[in-house]
């Protein structure tokens, strides 16, 4: 048996608390115990008086792109990002790789490629395209969390967007699998019309393209999912909903204890339409950042339990995808990985939320979504020793030089946020520390687990 290593710290986050505690350690947590009970001839990591540990972040909604676009990014950068900005399991998202991930073969394509060269754990999503509802079962025995559809078109062609009679096909599949189906929430008919209002050309200006995404695209698709999951009571979740305006939808499902849940994404929680320039196209991402009082709602949604959890959805392209100062013609997607844990941080103290609440939002909600909720997400025993030494009242400077995404340019540049990363323990071991990566790739690839 592995030495015991027992970290203690007098802002330990458990589930329901912060408190002083020492965690014992092997491998996984065997016990969180008073701050004094240490045995003799432990390894002993003693966290300052200015830092807390958290429990591992898991991010559910990351594009690795890997096969087939890696220099977009890979599993190598995009794990290097993870273990940097204290994210220790991430599931990789079934589109923008080439092949998308729709077929047990695709999947087994990208286990091989993420092989032996991961930082932190790896689960994966498989993906519901037209035609592919043959192929779910498959996919779900060999361990993807769950299925990922759009109901727009996704920007890539080898993953086209379903419609209601796709859906209504799909999901008395899933309800039997019990494996939930996450969505991109946007019908395409309401986009097209304001598409359509604006006219062809360059946007070049922040305001036409916020324009074309219009909250009736997001609005819309919740309702229509909202109806397919009263009918077929199949576990369905939004992603990155950016519209607050659909939040009563939202809540009215909740009322009806239908199985809908949602998150949002650390840009819809920091940023603000009226502050992005014209032509800066690395704010482009859809659904769009919306209006200061729009992500104010979302941050009360948040605090009601409304909106479930956070996770980054980060989708890096090359520079050259992103730039141009053409709103109409870049790529939609913000690199993000490193950095979701000080963003949420710097607008949830700003806030009056807690690292309890950041918890919740970024590790228990998301390990429960992905299936991976006893094993991950929360110090407590029985769950890997996944572990994050965070000082809250830290200031950092977002600097690319210092971001380990592949590309580096995001809309954070120059940004001063709260909270830095000290150290990432994955399974009680150091991955990350001192501003550096430490010790070979030791990340697992995961499967579902079956209840």
């Known amino acids: 048996m592995s030495q015991l290593t027992v970290f203690r710290g007098r802002r330990v986050v458990l589930p329901g608390s912060v408190q002083p505690a020492a965690v014992h350690v092997r491998g996984v947590i065997e016990a969180v115990v008073p701050f004094d009970a240490v045995p003799p001839g432990v390894r002993l990591i003693d966290l300052p008086d200015d830092a807390a540990l958290l429990p591992g972040l898991v991010d559910t909604h990351v594009h690795i792109n890997e096969p087939g676009r890696t220099e977009w990014e890979g599993f190598e950068s995009a794990t290097r990002a993870a273990a940097a900005g204290g994210v220790t399991t991430l599931v990789d998202m079934p589109l923008n790789c080439v092949p998308a991930t729709t077929t047990a073969e695709a999947l087994a394509a990208k286990r091989s490629a993420a092989g032996g060269r991961i ?7 498989g993906g519901v395209v037209p035609g592919n509802a043959g192929a779910l079962p498959r996919l779900a025995e060999a361990g993807v969390a769950g299925f990922k559809c759009f109901l727009a078109p996704s920007g890539v062609d080898e993953f086209p967007h379903v419609g209601e009679a796709e859906l209504r096909q799909v999901l008395p599949i899933l309800g ?98 009226e502050d992005i320039p014209d032509g800066a196209t690395e704010f482009k991402c859809a659904p769009p950042i919306r209006e200061r009082s729009n992500r104010e709602a979302l941050w009360g949604a948040l605090g009601a339990g409304t909106i479930d959890l956070i996770a980054t959805d980060h989708s890096p392209a090359a520079p050259e995808l992103k730039g141009g100062g053409d709103f109409a013609r870049a790529w939609g997607g913000i690199a993000s990985l490193q950095l979701g844990l000080a963003v949420v941080w710097t607008g949830a103290r700003a806030r009056g939320h807690s690292l309890r609440d950041v918890a919740e939002w970024m590790s228990a909600a998301p390990a429960r979504l992905a299936g991976f909720g006893r094993r991950k997400g929360a110090i407590a025993p029985g769950c890997d020793a996944d572990l994050v030494v965070f000082r809250p009242d830290a200031e950092l400077l977002v600097v690319p030089e210092a971001l380990h995404h592949r590309h580096k340019l995001t809309p954070y540049t120059g940004t001063r946020l709260l909270g830095v990363v000290e150290a990432t323990y994955l399974r009680g071991e150091l991955v990350y520390g001192g501003g550096k990566l430490v010790g070979a790739p030791r990340g697992v690839l995961l499967e579902r687990e079956r209840v």
Do not use: K
């Open 119 to 125: 930082r932190v754990d790896v689960g994966f999503w």
């Open 176 to 273: 039997q699998l019990e494996l939930p189906l996450l969505v991109h929430a946007e019908l395409p008919e309401p986009i097209a019309a304001a598409a359509a209002s604006l006219g062809p050309g360059r946007w070049s200006d922040y305001r036409s393209y916020l324009c074309s995404r219009p909250h009736a695209a997001e609005e819309q698709a919740i309702a229509l999912l909202v109806e397919l999951c009263r009918a077929y009571g199949a576990p369905t979740h939004v992603v990155h909903l950016s519209s607050a305006r659909a939040l009563p939808l939202v809540a009215a499902a909740r009322q009806q204890a239908l199985p809908l849940t949602v998150e949002s994404c650390p840009h819809y929680l920091h940023f603000a339409a």
